[in-house]
């Protein structure tokens, strides 16, 4: 993710000072075994790839979907997937003041919304693994890795 200009930035930590997260919501799920798995443990790699979206909720609070889509490989090939994981869930926040801009709508659903619901996406893998009869497979912790510019769960370089 890039980095957020300075002005966004400021404009992303005066939002969070003034939202509460009233709810999280599962929109759907879907999880497939498209191979076999490696076998052993510490055997699989996940890629996670994203997509943020946005939307008012009037009068007072906005929503923020998080669109998941993971992949496991074995970690020693450089293959096709053996399984896949789609996943979205959405935060609904409630607002103190003005609806702010897209721009800053879009960014804090990448910083603040990814560290709210980045451990439902987490349990949700781990859940679905063992439904298919897969290897334990579990997502690392979200960590920031750069103070408020961006973040990738750890063991992940920010891109």
Known sequence: MSALSPEV??????LARNVSLRDVRVVSFRAERVGVPAPGPE????????????APLPPHGFVIEM????EARAR??????FALFEYRVGAIYGLNGELPTAAVLDAFGRTNGMVHLWPYLRAYIQQASAQLSLPALVLPPYRVVESGASAAPSGRVAE
């Open 9 to 14: 930035q400021k404009q992303v930590i005066a």
């Open 67 to 70: 669109r998941f889509r993971v």
């Open 43 to 54: 055997a699989a790699a996940l890629s996670v790839d994203s997509q943020v979206a946005h």
């Open 76 to 81: 020693e090939a450089a293959g096709e997937p």
